[in-house]
Structures are given as C-alpha cells and as structure tokens.
C-alpha cells in the first residue's frame, strides 16, 4: 500500500512540475511565477558585436569590462525612439556577476537605433567570477513604460595579460 502511495505522488508530482505554465523566478524574499502572457512581448534586437573580458594586465589592478554593439530594430511592443538600454546584468553558471549600469551612446536611424555600450573604466574583479568560463549577457531595455529583457548566451570571457 505504501509503495503504492508514493508511487501515485510521485507521478502527481511529475505531472504538476511538467504542466507549469509560467516560468519561475527567484529572488532572495520569495519564489514567483511570471505568467506566459508576459513573457511573449518580444526585443527586435540585432547583436552586431559584445566583448567581456578581464584586464590582468601587470602594474593595474585587475577589472572587468564589458562592450558592445547592438542596433535595436522596430518592434510592435515598443516604440523605437523611446526605448532605452537601463542595465547589462553579467552572469556566470546561472549566478549573477555584475550588474552594470554601463555607458552607452545612440544614434538615431530611420529604422533603428544604434546603441553602443561600455564599462570605460572596467568594475572591481567579483571574486567569484571564472575568468575561464564564458558569461551571458541580459539587456534590460525600458520604452518608459516597461522593462524588455534580451539575453545572450555564451559570451567568451577573454583574459589581457
């Protein structure tokens, strides 16, 4: 009877975890669910070119720096003029590194907006970080209503020695 039990719960459990219909998000007060309806608004965002990397170069303190180039194209649930990139979050093996607030320059096309981005001086070395490991980018843009989030995997690490 008791195996009988246990095999029953554990098929219910499976059943409620694989029929989920949101994605979980976690932060340090509580676990929350984000409903699918939100997260289909999308980022017409084409990456025309991101570097990280770690200057370890001899006689400067070490830091981490992060650049890029990125043309924000129309979307339908924006409006292009108005969008903004607000932050770069850094993470590493899905923990997060930095959260950069980073310099960015525009230019205005017909069609798109051209945002470059920069730590300039580069951000203390989190000593967590892998400097052998690769690291994702999230992009968090905001048309003045609401946050877009775009999120590039895979980004190479490089070490300047």
Not at 25 to 49: F, G, H, M, R, T
Not at 58 to 67: A, L, Q, V
Not at 115 to 133: A, C, H, Q
Request: charged share 30%; glycine share 4%.
């Amino acid at each position: 009877m008791k195996r009988k039990n246990i095999l029953l719960l554990s098929v219910f459990a499976f059943i409620v975890w694989n029929c989920s219909t949101g994605k979980i998000e976690k932060d340090e007060s509580e676990i929350k669910v984000i409903p699918k309806a939100e997260l289909v608004k999308d980022l017409n965002l084409n990456i025309q070119k991101t570097v990280s990397w770690v200057n370890l170069m001899p006689g400067t303190k070490p830091k981490f720096h992060i650049s890029g180039n990125v043309n924000l194209l129309n979307g339908e649930d924006y409006i292009l003029e108005n969008t903004k990139l607000k932050f770069v979050k850094v993470f590493q093996s899905g923990k997060e590194m930095y959260f950069v607030k980073p310099k960015v320059r525009v230019e205005n096309k017909s069609d798109s907006v051209k945002i470059m981005f920069s730590t300039l001086r580069g951000l203390s070395i989190n000593e967590e970080l892998n400097t052998k490991k690769n690291v994702m980018f999230e992009f968090i843009f905001n048309d003045g209503k609401e946050d877009f989030i775009y999120q590039l995997n895979d980004v190479e690490l490089q070490e300047v020695h």
